[in-house]
């Protein structure tokens, strides 16, 4: 089915409405390349033990507390709206970074981050369900598409921040963080002006809509775990690759030759520049019109190619050249990104920040649980670690693409209608 025929034309307000709440993910990505930027700084500084280290990464942003956030914020969202909750988690987050910019004890590093955690957390299922629910048919993945560039974008200006600022030494990463504080206060003050999900108080206004929304056991039906249990496998495979990749990456830029810290930021904020190409040119471009299973497809395809290529030939910078624009460009158009968009798309109004914000839970506490372990299997050798990152980037895209749905050219209101319609013709095929 093509979009076109019921597309409506995006407003400035809509655009305005999406950058706002997708800023999110600017936050959350600018957060995590901060606290990693800064960690070399920190570990010498305070002569931090390799346990304390992986305490940190294990409930950074990126990981436990990030998920706990997003589990309790994504259900407050369901029961008193998107706005109130995206309005008001921006302040918790800043008095968070707060921790990290004032930072002179290793117990404020952890506060810090976990604070932070549970506040990036806690917005993503808001923001990402406000971006679906209030994107004009026929254009959600193009809106979904524009937060996931600015996921990207977080990395860079940090990436370039902390080069420029790299001579300060830790006073430099002060000024990333506050940099990020200074954001999550301007945001606060931006989304006031924010309306509610239309959507949202229309299926609050319901009969009944009250007690269905305070039923965690909505989710363990059937069809609602199915789609669970997809989201989970899809793109939980695949951050456990995007979560070990970078422990690894460096070792890529050391061995193609005698690379700079420069150098390194350079080929790392270009990687992330490919990405939001990528998500503009294709993903922006075509999730809305075309077969959402073939564009998966492909993508999984070339990140598989590109990950795979690292285990089976030896490590040159052509290689290294050709690997890092394969994976990144296939990811632009890939998991992270349907993950945003058939997360909101699989559930109901009333479920919809409740389901996105669980599945984001168990994703990211994988990733907290399996960062513990990652430092081990590094001594495994690379070879070796790159074959277990290729096959789970395998894994996610069999998933992905076996169990994809087609929504593409849908309103919400449509995939609604669908699977309503689609359960009420099971019933009866049960009941003959």
């Known amino acids: 089915m093509s979009a076109d025929a019921g597309a409506a034309p995006s407003s400035r307000e809509d655009w305005r409405n999406t950058i706002l709440a997708g800023l999110a993910n600017y936050i959350d990505a600018g957060s995590i390349v901060a606290g990693s930027a800064a960690l070399a700084l920190r570990v010498a500084a305070y002569d931090l033990a390799p346990s304390f280290v992986g305490l940190i990464g294990a409930f950074s942003a990126n990981a436990i507390s990030a998920g706990v956030g997003a589990l309790i914020g994504g259900r407050l969202c369901d029961l ?5 909750i995206y309005q008001y988690d921006m302040l918790f987050y800043a008095f968070g970074m707060l921790f ?19 506040a990036v957390g806690a917005d993503i299922p808001a923001s990402w369900s406000l971006i679906a629910e209030m994107a004009p048919n026929g254009a959600r993945g193009k809106h979904s598409g524009l937060a996931q560039v600015l996921w990207y974008a977080g990395p860079v200006v940090v990436l370039l921040l902390s080069l420029a600022l790299a001579p300060l030494g830790i006073l430099g990463m002060r000024i990333v963080f506050a940099h990020l504080a200074v954001m999550a206060l301007a945001l606060t003050f931006l989304r006031s002006r924010m309306k509610e999900s239309p959507l949202w108080e229309e299926a609050r206004a319901r009969p009944r809509a009250k007690g269905e929304a305070s039923a965690w056991r909505t989710l363990l039906r059937p069809r609602h775990l199915k789609a669970l249990i997809f989201l989970i496998g899809m793109y939980g495979l695949w951050n456990l690759w995007a ?3 970078g422990f ?5 830029l050391s061995t193609v030759g005698d690379q700079s810290q420069a150098t390194s930021v350079a080929v790392q904020a270009a990687s992330f520049a490919i990405g939001m190409v990528s998500i503009a040119l294709v993903f922006m471009r075509l999730s809305d019109r075309v077969n959402q299973r073939w564009l998966f497809g492909v993508s999984a395809l070339l990140q598989v190619a590109g990950m795979a290529m690292l285990a089976v ?12 624009f394969l994976m990144w460009f296939a990811a632009g158009f890939g998991q992270q990104s349907f993950f945003q968009l058939w997360s909101a798309e699989l559930f109901p109004t009333m479920i919809r920040a409740t389901a996105q914000g669980l599945a984001f839970a168990v994703v990211r506490i994988m990733l907290g649980v399996w960062s513990f372990f990652v430092p081990v299997l590094t001594l495994a050798g690379f070879q070796t670690l790159a074959w277990i990152l290729t096959g789970f980037l395998a894994a996610s895209g069999l998933i992905g693409w076996i169990w994809a749905p087609r929504h593409e050219g849908k309103s919400l209101e449509d995939i609604q209608r669908d699977r309503d319609r689609d359960r009420d013709d099971a019933i009866v095929d049960q009941r003959r």
């Open 80 to 84: 008193y709206g998107r706005k109130r």
């Open 248 to 252: 690894f990456f460096p070792y890529i």
């Open 243 to 245: 979560g070990t990749y």
């Open 313 to 324: 030939a030896p490590l040159t910078l052509p290689l290294a050249m050709v690997h890092v």
């Open 100 to 118: 990290l910019v004032f930072a002179v004890s290793p117990w404020m590093i952890v506060v810090g981050f976990v604070l932070v955690g549970l």
